[in-house]
């Protein structure tokens, strides 16, 4: 069972921080089909800016399921050890670094998975932020810069030694971008290297890919991240699975009943103009996953406002309704 600190977490299976996908609604409906822990998208650790409003949608919520984490994403440690004490004001209960983000617009400045690079840098910020505050911090990386210096064990050894109290690792380089498979083997050393929990990550799709993961690592979590977007019940299956039980399979009408619920959270929680923008994605998602065809992803999308989306989400599947199951 993993344990951060004193929080326990009841399911092995971690939501993995997505930026414009793991927002609050998305959150909460994952830690419903059983999450045990869910991640808020990356924060920028300059507070100043916390205060636009796409960092302030991404600020702790007290009602959200415990334990509550923040990723905090920056390169300075004194910034990004405000931020974890910020964070912690907010009702952060744990606090989450981001390096394990290749995007540009965070490794220009050093941030995310380019301060793989730069050990002694790592060392500092992790030794900064934990002693900034009495909430757990953990970490998260990639194996490595790229494939030629694969150095998530050292990473790992100095966040061991630095107070980090779990280590999330993607199973690809920084280079590799989101290429090629993730591969296990370097998540397996770390695991036998060090004694924080490692949690592993990275191309986690289905009940298979979980237990083999599991056992290949001996990871005392998983962490899934794009398999869930348009089935956040993946959850409960892989967690079915590893109990050795039957994962039930929802009908498209509870998935219809499920995007309604999910559509109308991204509304209230953005607001119409920006909801009906952000719930076409994962409506496209959850259309995919019903295999339902292009065109009528294409109509959704000409949508404008709140009711027509509810309007046309049930018409589609739940006047039309069958209770066939979804596709496995
Ligand atoms: C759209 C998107 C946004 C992401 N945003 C973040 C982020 O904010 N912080 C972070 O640490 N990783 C971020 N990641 C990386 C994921 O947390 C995860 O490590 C990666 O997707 C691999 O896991 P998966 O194969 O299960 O998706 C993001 C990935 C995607 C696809």
């Given at each position: 069972?993993?344990?951060?600190?004193?929080?326990?977490?009841?399911?092995?299976?971690?939501?993995?921080?997505?930026?414009g996908v793991a927002d609050l609604p998305f959150r909460r409906l994952c830690r419903g089909f059983?999450?045990?822990?869910?991640?808020?998208?990356?924060?920028?650790?300059?507070?100043?800016?916390?205060?636009t409003q796409k960092s302030r949608l991404r600020l702790p919520v007290l009602d959200e399921a415990?334990?509550?984490?923040?990723?905090?994403?920056?390169?300075?440690?004194?910034?990004?050890?405000?931020?974890?004490?910020?964070?912690?004001?907010?009702?952060?209960?744990?606090?989450?670094?981001?390096?394990?983000?290749?995007?540009?617009?965070?490794?220009?400045?050093?941030?995310?998975?380019?301060?793989?690079?730069?050990?002694?840098?790592?060392?500092?910020?992790?030794?900064?932020?934990?002693?900034?505050?009495?909430?757990?911090?953990?970490?998260?990386?990639?194996?490595?810069?790229?494939?030629?210096?694969?150095?998530?064990?050292?990473?790992?050894?100095?966040?061991?030694?630095?107070?980090?109290?779990?280590?999330?690792?993607?199973?690809?380089?920084?280079?590799?971008?989101?290429?090629?498979?993730?591969?296990?083997?370097?998540?397996?050393?770390?695991?036998?290297?060090?004694?924080?929990?490692?949690?592993?990550?990275?191309?986690?799709?289905?009940?298979?890919?979980?237990?083999?993961?599991?056992?290949?690592?001996?990871?005392?979590?998983?962490?899934?991240?794009?398999?869930?977007?348009?089935?956040?019940?993946?959850?409960?299956?892989?967690?079915?699975?590893?109990?050795?039980?039957?994962?039930?399979?929802?009908?498209?009408?509870?998935?219809?009943?499920?995007?309604?619920?999910?559509?109308?959270?991204?509304?209230?929680?953005?607001?119409?103009?920006?909801?009906?923008?952000?719930?076409?994605?994962?409506?496209?998602?959850?259309?995919?996953?019903?295999?339902?065809?292009?065109?009528?992803?294409?109509?959704?999308?000409?949508?404008?406002?709140?009711?027509?989306?509810?309007?046309f989400i049930s018409e589609l599947l739940i006047t039309n309704n069958n209770n066939q199951e979804?596709?496995?």
């Open positions: 069972m993993l344990q951060i600190g004193p929080h326990i977490i009841h399911s092995p299976l971690l939501l993995a921080p997505m930026a059983g999450a045990g822990m869910a991640v808020t998208e990356m924060l920028t650790a300059d507070t100043s800016k916390w205060g415990e334990p509550r984490v923040v990723q905090i994403a920056g390169a300075q440690p004194h910034q990004l050890a405000e931020a974890a004490q910020r964070s912690a004001d907010l009702g952060a209960q744990i606090v989450d670094i981001n390096m394990g983000c290749p995007a540009k617009k965070v490794c220009k400045r050093a941030a995310g998975s380019a301060l793989l690079r730069e050990e002694a840098l790592v060392a500092e910020i992790l030794k900064t932020v934990v002693a900034a505050v009495d909430i757990p911090v953990t970490l998260k990386i990639r194996t490595g810069w790229d494939l030629q210096s694969r150095n998530a064990l050292t990473i790992a050894r100095l966040a061991e030694d630095a107070g980090i109290q779990a280590l999330t690792i993607h199973g690809r380089t920084r280079a590799c971008l989101f290429n090629g498979e993730a591969e296990y083997d370097t998540i397996a050393e770390v695991v036998a290297g060090v004694d924080i929990p490692v949690i592993a990550n990275g191309d986690i799709d289905s009940p298979e890919r979980a237990k083999a993961v599991l056992a290949h690592t001996g990871a005392a979590a998983l962490m899934i991240g794009r398999a869930a977007q348009g089935q956040p019940w993946l959850f409960r299956q892989i967690n079915a699975c590893l109990n050795n039980e039957t994962p039930p399979i929802p009908t498209r009408r509870e998935v219809a009943e499920l995007m309604l619920e999910h559509v109308t959270a991204m509304h209230g929680h953005y607001g119409e103009g920006m909801g009906v923008r952000i719930a076409r994605k994962h409506v496209a998602w959850y259309l995919q996953k019903l295999q339902i065809e292009r065109a009528c992803r294409r109509a959704f999308n000409q949508l404008l406002d709140a009711q027509q989306q509810l309007e979804v596709a496995a």
